[in-house]
């Protein structure tokens, strides 16, 4: 019995306007399943935690000056340790970049901002590749769905969603311990509680054989920087393939279809 091609590839909440490089992993995608057949899955990592992630760069349209721009949070611990799919988008934050936003982008999009009103930043993120057109005729399986959650395979190496000082953030858990790592050698232990397959997410290392028990994709696009730290191994049933070459592959995707 064939089975037909599952065609994957993997991003976290990459800016309200995706990077040019997830672009790429679209566009590539979608030209695989031109030859080959099947379906296309966006594994949609909203479960790190990094805000330096959904950094968004944007080129004045008139200077070509480069603008970053991210979200804004309502406190330290939110920002800092708070899964992506928990942090809350602030109003008086999308007010104003909504104001800035015409002198970067095409009115389209700025219109689109201005209608999204998704209450994470990974929802934002998401409902703003969708809105786009992005995502057309793609799958999005998100590593914070319980489900997804549940279904996948146990790995040795993983973060735990849990309540501190009145946020959820995502702990890492390392030697019987739940810990907050602060920067160079600093960390914060939290106290070790019980806990459930639907509040785990892999780490770095673990995220491929994690993903694929769920995925079962048959091809991955690998980014640049993944290329490096794949750990091919834990699924060498997977065809890999190299994403297209895109320049400025750091900055926010904003053409405008014809």
């Not at 944007?58 to 804004?72: D, W």
């Not at 800035?100 to 999009?109: I, N, S, Y």
């Not at 929802?123 to 997804?148: H, K, N, Q, T, W």
């Not at 806990?195 to 054989?209: G, H, I, M, N, Y």
């Amino acid at each position: 019995m064939t089975t037909a091609p599952v065609i994957c590839f993997g991003q976290q909440p990459c800016g309200f306007f995706p990077k040019r490089f997830l672009f790429a992993k679209i566009q590539t995608a979608r030209r695989l399943q031109k030859e080959i057949g099947g379906e296309i899955v966006f594994f949609y990592h909203d479960s790190d935690h990094d805000p330096r992630e959904t950094k968004t760069i944007l080129r004045h349209r008139k200077t070509r000056e480069v603008a970053r721009f991210n979200f804004a949070f309502e406190n330290r611990l939110q920002r800092k340790f708070s899964p992506l799919y928990l942090k809350r988008v602030a109003p008086v934050w999308h007010t104003k970049t909504t104001k800035q936003l015409p002198a970067f982008v095409d009115r389209r999009w700025v219109r689109a901002f201005e209608e999204n009103q998704a209450p994470t930043v990974a929802d934002f993120c998401l409902e703003m590749y969708r809105r786009m057109g992005l995502l057309d005729g793609i799958r999005v399986a998100r590593s914070s769905d319980p489900v997804v959650r549940r279904a996948a395979c146990d790995v040795p190496e993983y973060f735990v969603d849990v309540a501190h000082d009145g946020e959820v953030v995502r702990a890492r858990f390392r030697d019987d311990k739940l810990e907050l790592h602060e920067g160079g050698d600093s960390c914060i232990t939290l106290p070790l509680i019980a806990f459930t397959k639907e509040q785990v997410s892999p780490s770095r290392d673990t995220r491929l054989r994690w993903m694929q028990s769920v995925v079962r994709c048959t091809h991955y696009i690998a980014g640049a920087s993944e290329q490096a730290y794949l750990r091919r191994e834990d699924a060498p049933e997977i065809t890999y393939v190299n994403r297209d070459t895109i320049e400025g592959s750091d900055e926010a995707y904003t053409e405008v279809p014809l």
